[in-house]
């Protein structure tokens, strides 16, 4: 049995998204995913929301959150609680100062969660060895998400990529949604092996999702957003804390995207997008 899951979608819990925990339910079925995992910034409260609003047996929602750390954003999965660095729990959303990504990581396993290095390369090209590989580590890294390479680093999936080869790291997709039409534009397709859907509950159905990801039996699959995603976003995230005199220079910003041909990023199939990557099975 193999599922397509989102795996990295933002909700009205983040300070800039307006799509309700419920919304994306309705979204992600619509477009034909299997489930989704909601990691907002610094709270699982939109995840933990949209799991207890999900009535559907054979949707699975997966609560986590994305935490800044010095290593860039880490996308936490499988949560059920807040995470609580250095005895406080993170709030809001800045760039800085990060969390320590030691701590990070080891508050999301104290929780049985697994850790994931969000779109480490959008903005740098190179990172430590121990992150993958030291005593307090990274279980998986995001191989491509929709929204990287529409920032500093156009390269930015194809080093995520290559980064998972290296270090025989399982390579996930998330879209990194914060608007609704960016939901599914890449996802991960997880075989769960000889499971089938009817007899699994929730809590199994959890399990055997977080067993494989563990195991490597992942593909990430993808199609780059629109760069006019950014600005957009930050238009959200200017309107809910009311912080209008960013307005004039962020529909500047987004007016130069828009010069950015839209034929490449039109919306396709599930499976079809020529952006597509494939994590290495290391089952």
């Given at each position: 049995?193999?599922?397509?899951?989102?795996?990295?979608?933002?909700?009205?819990?983040?300070?800039?998204s307006?799509?309700?925990?419920?919304?994306?339910?309705?979204?992600?079925?619509?477009?034909?995913?299997?489930?989704?995992?909601?990691?907002?910034?610094?709270?699982?409260?939109?995840?933990?929301a949209?799991?207890?609003?999900?009535?559907?047996?054979?949707?699975?929602?997966?609560?986590?959150?994305?935490?800044?750390?010095?290593?860039?954003?880490?996308?936490?999965?499988?949560?059920?609680?807040?995470?609580?660095?250095?005895?406080?729990?993170?709030?809001?959303?800045?760039?800085?100062?990060?969390?320590?990504?030691?701590?990070?990581?080891?508050?999301?396993?104290?929780?049985?969660?697994?850790?994931?290095?969000?779109?480490?390369?959008q903005?740098?090209?190179?990172?430590?060895?121990?992150?993958?590989?030291?005593?307090?580590?990274?279980?998986?890294?995001?191989?491509?998400?929709?929204?990287?390479?529409?920032?500093?680093?156009?390269?930015?999936?194809?080093?995520?990529?290559?980064?998972?080869?290296?270090?025989?790291?399982?390579?996930?997709?998330?879209?990194?949604a914060?608007?609704?039409?960016?939901?599914?534009?890449?996802?991960?397709?997880?075989?769960?092996?000889?499971?089938?859907?009817?007899?699994?509950?929730?809590?199994?159905?959890?399990?055997?999702?977080?067993?494989?990801i563990l195991?490597?039996?992942?593909?990430?699959?993808?199609?780059?957003?629109?760069?006019?995603?950014?600005?957009l976003?930050?238009?959200?995230?200017?309107?809910?804390?009311?912080?209008?005199?960013?307005?004039?220079?962020?529909?500047?910003?987004?007016?130069?995207?828009?010069?950015?041909?839209?034929?490449?990023?039109?919306?396709?199939?599930?499976?079809?997008?020529?952006?597509?990557?494939?994590?290495?099975?290391?089952?």
């Amino acid at each position: 049995m193999k599922l397509n899951l989102d795996l990295h979608i933002h909700s009205s819990f983040s300070p800039d998204s307006l799509v309700t925990p419920e919304e994306v339910i309705r979204i992600a079925k619509r477009k034909g995913l299997d489930g989704v995992a909601i990691a907002d910034h610094n709270t699982v409260g939109g995840g933990m929301a949209a799991f207890k609003s999900n009535t559907d047996p054979d949707f699975i929602v997966i609560p986590g959150a994305e935490y800044s750390t010095e290593y860039g954003h880490v996308v936490g999965l499988f949560l059920s609680e807040e995470i609580r660095v250095q005895g406080r729990k993170p709030q809001g959303y800045t760039l800085s100062p990060t969390l320590p990504f030691e701590d990070v990581v080891q508050a999301i396993h104290a929780q049985g969660g697994i850790a994931v290095l969000a779109h480490p390369f959008q903005s740098r090209v190179s990172l430590p060895a121990h992150v993958f590989k030291g005593p307090v580590k990274v279980d998986a890294i995001e191989g491509f998400n929709s929204r990287a390479g529409a920032r500093a680093n156009p390269n930015a999936n194809a080093l995520a990529a290559s980064c998972s080869t290296e270090y025989n790291v399982p390579a996930l997709g998330g879209s990194d949604a914060h608007l609704p039409w960016e939901i599914g534009r890449a996802y991960t397709l997880v075989d769960l092996g000889g499971a089938s859907g009817g007899a699994v509950c929730i809590r199994e159905s959890h399990h055997l999702v977080k067993q494989a990801i563990l195991a490597g039996r992942v593909e990430c699959h993808g199609r780059h957003t629109h760069r006019a995603v950014i600005p957009l976003t930050e238009l959200v995230k200017a309107y809910k804390r009311r912080t209008y005199r960013r307005v004039p220079y962020l529909l500047g910003w987004l007016l130069v995207s828009l010069l950015e041909p839209v034929g490449s990023w039109l919306e396709k199939p599930l499976g079809k997008g020529r952006d597509s990557q494939r994590a290495k099975d290391q089952g």
